[in-house]
């Protein structure tokens, strides 16, 4: 089971199972939701991070900056296993990994343990 269980629905239909195991298999290679944080955060995304974290709005993330934060090679490998174009992707991903770490962190905080973080 991952971390994302039951984010598709918490974020509405068109989020399909397969986008969010993709979602769920970059944040896992990442080392969990914790290694996701300070990855994102070593590539200078730190601010958008913890808005995305604490309450109120998240700020946005677009798909250069995916691009940047993850590498074009890791987007083409997860865009095959979607079955859709790297770019496709991209987009997905800055629209939906802002939601996904909130949805996360309901509490505002990191939790100690990501990896049994309750999704």
Do not use: C, Y
């Amino acid at each position: 089971m991952g971390l994302l269980d039951g984010f598709a629905g918490a974020t509405g239909s068109e989020v399909g199972t397969e986008l969010v195991s993709v979602l769920n298999g970059l944040i896992e290679k990442h080392g969990g939701l914790q290694g996701m944080v300070a990855h994102l955060q070593e590539r200078g995304f730190g601010t958008a991070v913890r808005s995305w974290i604490g309450p109120g709005q998240n700020l946005p993330m677009s798909a250069d900056q995916v691009n940047q934060a993850f590498g074009i090679n890791t987007l083409t490998d997860l865009a095959v296993r979607a079955g859709i174009s790297p770019q496709q992707l991209a987009e997905r991903v800055s629209q939906l990994l802002p939601q996904a770490i909130d949805h996360l962190t309901p509490s505002g905080v990191l939790p100690a343990s990501a990896s049994h973080a309750n999704s």
